[in-house]
């Protein structure tokens, strides 16, 4: 798979980051992602950096990965010096983590808290395809320290979940969120995807009723995106199936805000709904608040102190990097002041906790009483948070503020 990444600046091999941007680290959130670039099939609209068993060479396979990511969270305590840094948040993504074995996730994870330290009460999730852990494997994993699982559900619509690529049977759903509770997980949430064309708005109705009988605490619902060089893409030019429809697309957020809400799940972030304050995804919230975070495994991007970098793509390439003791990062970039008050207007304005008015500049603070006035935004004292409609004109409303 070509490399899509960006050129970025040179990393050392020994990942040394600037002396700046060590400056108060552990004094801020800080995170790790661990990504786990395995699954089984590949979806046609997934353009995330993952591989089948037939496109990995030797010393990439899943039986060595753990090894491999556990290396790199020892560069991370050599590179962090001896900082006290608890790690408040961890996240397994994919891929499909799960089809590393439940000793193998806790085998990272004990490395993370061995070399780094988990802070008390930490959050630390795992996704999972339905379709990839039985009862025993969630209840191994709650004994490994997970607390927080998030399934992908996509859509409760078999003809839905065929065209997305999706293998698992819907009615495995339900059952793998109760095998999850019965586990003591304290979070269980709901991936979904709207959009997929052939999916009617009854189609999503259906799914989002179907999520919400399950009983999560939390719910992630995106809108399909027809991402360059994927299969689905391909179909779509081909002319096999229509690109979404923006409207089809307002109309299915619209439906699940307003289903979440009247089940007791409320917005925090556009694609976001949570039962109350302490069923929030924190580690997104990480992200979304410019927290500091340390991104494991092959494409995986980190950030701290105003540095952000990221690792080669290939399983391969990262594993042979660490095993030479040189840092898998292929390239980094510093961000300037400018830079990230950019990154968080684009950011924050997405967050029902508001935007800080004060972040914008004269120009996007002059814009504020028109997007008031068309009820686009909301001032609640000194921030700004999008209305519905706001969030569904969530992109206009970034042009106006940073003009």
């Given at each position: 798979m070509p490399s899509t990444l960006p050129a970025g600046e040179p990393v050392p091999d020994d990942g040394a980051l600037p002396s700046a941007a060590l400056t108060g680290v552990g004094e801020r959130p800080f995170g790790v992602y661990v990504h786990v670039p395995f699954c089984r099939v590949r979806c046609g609209y997934c353009d995330f950096n993952t591989y089948t068993a037939d496109e990995l060479g030797p010393g990439a396979g899943r039986s060595s990965y753990a090894g491999t990511a556990v290396a790199e969270v020892r560069l991370a305590r050599s590179v962090l010096g001896d900082r006290d840094v608890p790690v408040?948040?961890?996240?397994?993504?994919?891929?499909?983590?799960?089809?590393?074995?439940?000793?193998?996730?806790?085998?990272?994870?004990?490395?993370?808290?061995?070399?780094?330290?988990?802070?008390?009460?930490?959050?630390?999730?795992?996704?999972?395809?339905?379709?990839?852990?039985?009862?025993?494997?969630?209840?191994?994993?709650?004994?490994?320290?997970?607390?927080?699982?998030?399934?992908?559900?996509?859509?409760?619509?078999?003809?839905?979940?065929?065209?997305?690529?999706?293998?698992?049977?819907?009615?495995?759903?339900?059952?793998?969120?109760?095998?999850?509770?019965?586990?003591?997980?304290?979070?269980?949430?709901?991936?979904?995807?709207?959009?997929?064309?052939?999916?009617?708005?009854?189609?999503?109705?259906?799914?989002?009723?179907?999520?919400?009988?399950?009983?999560?605490?939390?719910?992630?619902?995106?809108?399909?995106?027809?991402?360059?060089?994927?299969?689905?893409?391909?179909?779509?030019?081909?002319?096999?199936?229509?690109?979404?429809?923006?409207?089809?697309?307002?109309?299915?957020?619209?439906?699940?805000?307003?289903?979440?809400?009247?089940?007791?799940?409320?917005?925090?972030?556009?694609?976001?709904?949570?039962?109350?304050?302490?069923?929030?995804?924190?580690?997104?919230?990480?992200?979304?608040?410019?927290?500091?975070?340390?991104?494991?495994?092959?494409?995986?991007?980190?950030?701290?102190?105003?540095?952000?970098?990221?690792?080669?793509?290939?399983?391969?390439?990262?594993?042979d990097r660490l095993a030479a003791g040189r840092s898998p990062a292929h390239a980094r970039e510093v961000l300037d002041a400018e830079s990230r008050r950019v990154e968080r207007v684009l950011l924050e304005l997405r967050l029902r906790d508001g935007l800080p008015v004060e972040v914008l500049d004269e120009a996007g603070r002059a814009a504020v009483p028109d997007l008031v006035e068309r009820g686009l935004l909301v001032e609640e004292g000194t921030l700004l948070v999008p209305t519905r409609t706001g969030r569904l004109l969530a992109d206009a409303l970034v042009r106006d503020l940073l003009p």
């Open positions: 408040s948040t961890v996240f397994v993504g994919g891929g499909t983590p799960t089809l590393l074995a439940p000793d193998e996730l806790g085998r990272i994870l004990a490395a993370i808290d061995d070399e780094l330290g988990l802070a008390p009460g930490a959050e630390v999730t795992t996704e999972a395809n339905p379709d990839s852990v039985d009862a025993a494997d969630l209840a191994r994993l709650r004994e490994a320290g997970f607390t927080r699982v998030s399934f992908g559900m996509q859509s409760a619509v078999p003809h839905v979940l065929a065209t997305l690529d999706r293998t698992h049977d819907p009615l495995r759903v339900p059952q793998v969120t109760a095998w999850a509770r019965d586990a003591g997980f304290e979070h269980v949430s709901l991936d979904l995807i709207y959009g997929t064309p052939g999916e009617t708005l009854a189609d999503w109705e259906t799914t989002v009723e179907a999520a919400l009988s399950c009983g999560p605490d939390h719910i992630s619902a995106y809108s399909l995106i027809v991402e360059d060089g994927t299969a689905l893409a391909r179909r779509v030019t081909r002319g096999e199936l229509p690109m979404p429809d923006e409207d089809d697309l307002a109309d299915k957020y619209l439906l699940v805000d307003e289903r979440l809400a009247q089940a007791g799940l409320r917005w925090y972030e556009v694609s976001n709904w949570a039962r109350d304050d302490a069923d929030r995804c924190r580690h997104n919230l990480l992200y979304w608040t410019g927290g500091d975070w340390w991104g494991i495994g092959p494409g995986a991007h980190s950030h701290v102190g105003g540095v952000r970098w990221w690792n080669v793509k290939h399983p391969a390439a990262y594993a």
